[in-house]
């Protein structure tokens, strides 16, 4: 059975524990760490890779919001509320799934079902060298090494690569999942780029395939970092 690792960001001791109880009973989940704060688990899911990550909302300095927003989550992310109101948000930041305090183990069951589902639909074959992109009625494959960035345009993104652009309805989280991070890489709440295809970088701006394209405070860190690994 295929193992999946996750942390457990909540500042209430009672719903950590409870979660924590729930997460134990599921047989494909390995529970990594808890936080009792935001910004300890921000800082663990920087330097470690998490498959699922279970989030409270309100917490003190940093919120589970402001978290997500901060940098890029490729993470599964189920948040834990008491309060209705984040729904919308939530969503709009892609969240797999929505829990209202309190949940039942088969409201929790279901959410961490729906993530297990990614999961397994997004794992990536590190030997393959293509994947296969959503486009109107058909799946459009694409060769990795091909794709220069990706363009956001509301409800679409557009995929540039060599030969072809290809629209899709797939989200950037969805797409972050699929394409290895160490090919194509975030920077932009409305870009993804390919460093193998960059061709300079000024301040906060990418020249790539005669373009220029910005880089955003919550990504700027993440991307330097990358890039001067890499180099």
Known sequence: MEKYSCIIIEDEPLA???TQNFVNKIPFLTLSETFDNALEGLSYLKSNKVDLLFLDINMDELSGIE??????ITSQVIITTA???YALKGYELSVTDYLLKPFTFERFLQAVNKAE???SIHKVDPQLDFIFIKTENRLEKITLSDIIYIEGMRDYRRIHTVNKKIMTLQNFKALE?????NLVCRVHKSYMVALNKIDSIERSRIRIADQIIP?????????????NNDS
């Open 16 to 18: 950590l524990e409870r």
């Open 67 to 72: 978290l997500l927003e901060s940098t890029t």
């Open 83 to 85: 309060y209705q109101k």
């Open 117 to 119: 589902e990614n999961l």
């Open 177 to 181: 999942q699929i394409i290895p991070s």
């Open 215 to 227: 880089i955003s405070e919550t990504y700027k860190e993440s991307f330097f970092q990358k890039i």
